[in-house]
């Protein structure tokens, strides 16, 4: 069985790479189109996304190394030939492969979520207006605000929340809800029911 082509290799990448990120993108695609019953299930993508990475940049070398090893020394002179053409579109494909791969960094989804979640903004240190009250939950194992989306959504339409912000850490979600509408454990109570990772409350 021959070796797959550099073409072959660099679709595989490309595929790889949109599966790594799919556990970051997945959700924020999923809540600008209203299906945020599906976040949960591109997180459990997740704990894959290590394999994913690693196969796609094997792919990536892999289409390399054919290209540049077997092209016909003619077409490499004269620079017109179809190996100049099957390398040109391999460097378009490994930009794009690096673009997808960027997306699933924390930095990233977090821009995305924040894009389709404008009103969770960075915590603030302003004062708890009268009669409100704030509490900080984590989201275990969550490492940027796409993995939040799914809690912060539920949230967002409970009565009695009136914001939500941005925690210290890229795990935390603070809270701040009217105390005479909510307790602390509603909000819990919410938000884990719709994620799929272990929430608590940290302050």
Sequence with gaps: MSAPSPTRSMAGALASALLASLCCVGPVVAVSMGLGGAVSLFSALEPLRPLFVLLAVGL??????????????????TGTGPA??????????????????????????????????????????????????????AVEGADCASCLLGVRRALEKMPGVTALEAGPAPHQLRVRYAASQLTPTAILQAAQAKSDRPVRIEG
Excluded: I, M, N
């Excluded at 990536?60 to 002179?77: D, I, K, S």
């Excluded at 997306?103 to 009268?130: E, F, H, I, N, Y």
């Design 60 to 77: 990536l070398v892999h289409a390399f190394v054919r290209a540049y090893r077997r092209a016909p020394t003619g077409a490499e002179v």
């Design 84 to 137: 100049h053409r099957r390398r040109s579109l391999l460097w378009g494909g490994a930009v794009a492969c690096t673009a997808v791969l960027a997306l699933g960094l924390p930095w990233a989804s977090s821009a995305l979520a924040q894009a389709v979640s404008p009103d969770g903004g960075a915590a603030t240190d302003k004062p708890t207006a009268a009669g409100e009250a704030q509490v900080v939950l």
